[in-house]
């Protein structure tokens, strides 16, 4: 019997039907991918916070309910108004009052959460560029201020 063949075709002809499947290749295949992955797992643990690139910020949504994260006193809470003025201990502050005044929160207490209540209107960037100041004075703890749910 000829290896490849089917049983029963002993006729000595050519054209009988390849029995036999072939794992090694579909084998050399699982075990690329299985290297592929391992590789990038390993790259986007090392790219966390001590990794050297710039992870993404963390943020802590509360929930829209009874049970929110409430404020404590050495919290500072920074409202940013649909034309893109900030409030601050509801007076008016500009980027460099701002950035200050977050310098010198972390000088109090370096476990100071920035909440930031923005406007509905107000692009993304500009919430964006607040978070980026209070991560630059090294106040870490980020936080987005919501309305209770509906």
């Known amino acids: 019997m000829a290896m490849g063949k089917t049983p ?7 054209d009988g039907v390849f029995a036999e499947i072939n794992i090694t290749p579909l ?25 050297g690139a710039k992870a993404g910020l963390k943020v802590n949504l509360p929930k829209g309910g009874a049970a929110d994260v ?6 500072l809470s920074v409202a940013v108004l649909a034309d893109g003025r900030f409030m ?6 500009s980027q460099d009052e701002l950035r200050q005044a977050f310098d010198d929160a972390r000088q109090k207490d370096e476990e100071t959460v920035v909440i930031v209540q923005a406007d509905e209107g107000v692009p993304h960037g500009t919430v964006v560029l607040v978070m980026e100041l209070a991560k630059k004075a090294g106040l870490a703890q980020l936080a987005i201020g919501v309305r209770e749910g509906e």
């Open 8 to 14: 029963g075709s002993d006729d000595g002809s050519e």
């Open 27 to 51: 084998t050399d295949i699982f075990l690329v991918l299985l290297i592929i992955f391992m590789v990038t797992s390993s790259v986007i643990v090392q790219q966390g916070p001590g990794g």
């Open 70 to 75: 409430t404020a404590r006193t050495t919290d």
């Open 88 to 93: 601050l201990a509801g007076n008016v502050v």
